[in-house]
């Protein structure tokens, strides 16, 4: 299995609904991330997750919530989010550093 | 901190024709640069990494640290290469943190 699989591809939510989105990987990858691709943008990477443990935060809102259960799943919740918040949010994992990313295929957010 | 700059956001190109997309970087340690490529209604995918030196699709990249430069290159642009370019940057003490540049998008016409 050499792919990053993303649940739901398409997820329209209110602003008071909780949901969260579901990423998973089976190439050993130690290293997950969550990116939010906005139309005509580049990924903007949002976590960092090491080894299961939180690495790097780039600042985010709280109202996303991230979790790694365990070495081939990461999750995102969502709670509170704004129309703002619409985009295309991707999930990657990666070996190391010089091997690049696999990306997931994305879950398409519409907050209304 | 890095920066990457991409600065053609569209190019325009004929089949056959070669094809130079542009890529400077900004950082003072040692980068590691990478090519990513989005065909349309496909997932963003690796192209290239400037540590293997590899040739992908008639795809080259060479880094010239003299000129922050990671330029990508094809001598005859093919139709199936339409699609969006980012060039990326990773710091090999960040945390695995990659920052990309800005895209262009790439159109070869027939």
Redesign the interface.
């Given at each position: 299995d050499t792919e990053v699989t993303q649940t739901p591809k398409h997820l329209v939510m209110g602003m008071t609904n909780k949901k969260s989105l579901k990423c998973e990987q089976h190439m050993g990858h130690r290293?997950m991330?969550w990116y939010k691709q906005k139309a005509k943008?580049?990924?903007?990477?949002m976590f960092?997750y090491?080894y299961e443990k939180l690495?790097?935060n780039e600042s985010v809102p709280s109202r996303f919530s991230p979790e790694c259960p365990n070495s081939s799943l990461l999750n995102l919740h969502l709670h509170a989010l704004q129309p703002e918040d619409s985009a295309l949010y991707?999930c990657?994992s990666?070996h190391?550093?010089?091997?690049?990313?696999?990306?997931?295929?994305?879950t398409r957010l519409t907050v209304v | 901190a890095q920066r990457v700059t991409q600065p053609e956001k569209l190019l325009s190109v004929f089949k056959g024709a070669p094809v130079e997309l542009k890529c400077n970087y900004s950082y003072s340690g040692s980068p590691?640069l990478?090519w990513?490529v989005q065909y349309s209604r496909?997932?963003?995918?690796?192209l290239l990494?400037h540590?293997s030196r590899e040739s992908i699709k008639g795809f080259t990249a060479d880094l010239n640290k003299g000129e922050t430069s990671f330029h990508l290159k094809k001598p005859f642009a093919q139709e199936e290469d339409s699609a969006m370019y980012?060039c990326a940057l990773?710091?090999?003490n960040?945390?695995?943190?990659?920052?990309?540049?800005?895209?262009t998008r790439l159109m070869v016409k027939p």
């Open positions: 290293a991330y943008k580049p990924p903007e990477l960092v090491s690495s790097i991707l990657a990666s190391g550093t010089s091997s690049g990313y696999t990306f997931g295929s994305g | 590691e990478f990513y496909q997932r963003l995918q690796l990494r540590i980012y990773t710091r090999n960040a945390g695995n943190m990659l920052t990309f540049g800005g895209g």
